[in-house]
């Protein structure tokens, strides 16, 4: 056969994999939802203590917060950190070094543990408890390094249907959760709440259409919420008793 197909060099992808803000390459990605441009996280972050707007085209984020409007791209870091050779082990490098100079001493001694790295303590063994704690922590998260969002859960009255009364508003109907919570987790959160039998089903509405038990909290804010153009911030799910329409 003839010839091979081109090689691609880094370079020919800088447009993807840098950021606009500080033109160097994109650490911990993170995208407007408004208008999906991409930044490093502390350069948008910063960015929005001064403006509300996009630094890129200008569109406004958010009337008040614009933090509310962004969410890390996981999977983009990764391909850079493919793409860039030794660009993780640097990245890692700086913050545990950022995290050395930073973080109190205790009883006289340096605590060398970087939280997102994992970094046992100074002194320890890292086949001993220390590591472990560190695994603990991780599985202690409950997702609250996950895309956090807004929501209201109003109760949905006058079904036309007799003996619904159980279905009650909540004390407290805002709450702020992962951006990947499911339907059928805050079908389970109303059921515990309004403490409901463990038979009784309740439908989950966005704008008066039902969603599906596996459509995420961001799913639902990008397909039905936002392209309301009325909608404000929080997003406004609705729930009633199940109808059975068959």
Same mark, same amino acid.
């Given at each position: 056969m003839s010839g091979t197909g081109r090689k691609h060099l880094v370079r020919d992808f800088n447009h993807f994999i840098t950021?606009?803000?500080?033109?160097?390459?994109l650490i911990k990605p993170t995208t407007v939802t408004e208008c999906l441009h991409t930044f490093c996280k502390s350069c948008i972050v910063q960015h929005f203590e001064e403006s509300n707007d996009c630094p890129k085209c200008g569109i406004q984020v958010h009337e008040t917060n614009p933090l509310e409007m962004l969410r890390l791209d996981n999977t983009l870091e990764e391909i850079i950190f493919?793409?860039?050779p030794g660009?993780? /082990?640097k990245e890692e490098q700086q913050e545990l070094e950022f995290w050395r100079k930073n973080q109190p001493k205790e009883n006289g001694q340096e605590n060398l543990r970087c939280p997102r790295l994992g970094v046992p303590d100074? &002194?320890?063994?890292? &086949?001993?408890? &220390?590591g472990n /704690?560190?695994?603990?922590a991780g599985d202690d998260d409950y997702h609250r390094s996950d895309p956090q969002i807004a929501i209201?859960?109003?109760c949905l009255r006058n079904t036309g249907q007799s003996g619904e009364s159980t279905v009650t508003d909540l004390m407290k109907r805002f709450i702020r959760c992962s951006s990947r919570v499911t339907v059928g987790t805050i079908k389970k959160f109303l059921s515990l709440k309004l403490k409901l039998p463990s038979s009784y089903e309740l439908d989950v509405l966005c704008n008066g259409e039902i969603m599906g038990?596996?459509?995420t909290l961001e799913f639902i804010y990008m397909t039905r919420w936002r392209l309301h153009g009325e909608n404000t911030y929080p997003m406004v799910l609705e729930y009633r008793p199940r109808i059975d329409f068959g």
């Amino acid at each position: 056969m003839s010839g091979t197909g081109r090689k691609h060099l880094v370079r020919d992808f800088n447009h993807f994999i840098t950021c606009y803000l500080c033109r160097g390459y994109l650490i911990k990605p993170t995208t407007v939802t408004e208008c999906l441009h991409t930044f490093c996280k502390s350069c948008i972050v910063q960015h929005f203590e001064e403006s509300n707007d996009c630094p890129k085209c200008g569109i406004q984020v958010h009337e008040t917060n614009p933090l509310e409007m962004l969410r890390l791209d996981n999977t983009l870091e990764e391909i850079i950190f493919k793409l860039v050779p030794g660009l993780r /082990e640097k990245e890692e490098q700086q913050e545990l070094e950022f995290w050395r100079k930073n973080q109190p001493k205790e009883n006289g001694q340096e605590n060398l543990r970087c939280p997102r790295l994992g970094v046992p303590d100074a &002194g320890g063994d890292a &086949g001993d408890g &220390g590591g472990n /704690e560190a695994d603990g922590a991780g599985d202690d998260d409950y997702h609250r390094s996950d895309p956090q969002i807004a929501i209201c859960l109003d109760c949905l009255r006058n079904t036309g249907q007799s003996g619904e009364s159980t279905v009650t508003d909540l004390m407290k109907r805002f709450i702020r959760c992962s951006s990947r919570v499911t339907v059928g987790t805050i079908k389970k959160f109303l059921s515990l709440k309004l403490k409901l039998p463990s038979s009784y089903e309740l439908d989950v509405l966005c704008n008066g259409e039902i969603m599906g038990r596996d459509h995420t909290l961001e799913f639902i804010y990008m397909t039905r919420w936002r392209l309301h153009g009325e909608n404000t911030y929080p997003m406004v799910l609705e729930y009633r008793p199940r109808i059975d329409f068959g």
